[in-house]
């Protein structure tokens, strides 16, 4: 019934705030559908919650000891925007089902649990790019396997923060 209900949330979420994307209504329909099940599938699979624009952005705003994890490349994403206060952690697009160093930039499980810190209660939130972006996924996938029990998922990503105009910083 959650997941149900979950799902209808997300859909038309999805269906509102994607208009226009394709030729017509009816072709943006099947992109959205294609999204959202794709979204819906990885959160369970992960074990994990999602988390909309404004939820982060209260968060933010209330909770400053969380750890905010953008898992884009760092060069060509995190370096030229990011939101305030995150780290990097590079994750790949697919689902990485094992630990795999050649898609984490050399680093290993040890170095992510690391980054996340000690407390395994404290909130965790990992975003990317966008909502068809994976590699938020595996961030929150993986805070789950190495044990983190609080861990939320902005599928929305540096896009929707944008979007709501919300700012971002770059790396000097």
């Known amino acids: 019934m959650k997941m149900s209900r979950f799902l209808i949330g997300l859909l038309v979420t999805l269906t509102v705030s994607l208009p226009g994307c394709g030729h017509n209504k009816f072709e943006q329909e099947v992109v959205t559908e294609k999204v959202a099940v794709k979204l819906a599938r990885q959160v369970a699979e992960g074990d994990y919650q999602v988390i909309t624009t404004a939820e982060l952005k209260a968060l933010l705003d209330t909770t400053p000891e969380l750890v905010l994890v953008d898992a884009m490349p760092y ?13 990097q952690f590079l994750f790949p697009k697919g689902t990485m089902e094992t630990w795999d160093p050649a898609e984490t930039d050399g680093k290993t499980e040890a170095d992510f649990e690391s980054q996340l810190g000690k407390d395994k209660e404290k909130l965790i939130v990992v975003y ?14 993986w805070a789950r396997k190495c044990g983190f029990t609080n861990v939320r998922r902005y599928p929305g990503g540096i896009f929707a923060w944008k979007g709501a105009g919300f700012p971002v910083v770059a790396e000097k």
Do not use: E, L, P, Y
């Open 128 to 141: 990317c790019g966008f909502t068809a972006c994976g590699r938020s996924h595996n961030a929150a996938m």
């Open 75 to 87: 060069a060509t994403s995190f370096k030229k925007q990011h939101i305030a206060g995150a780290v």
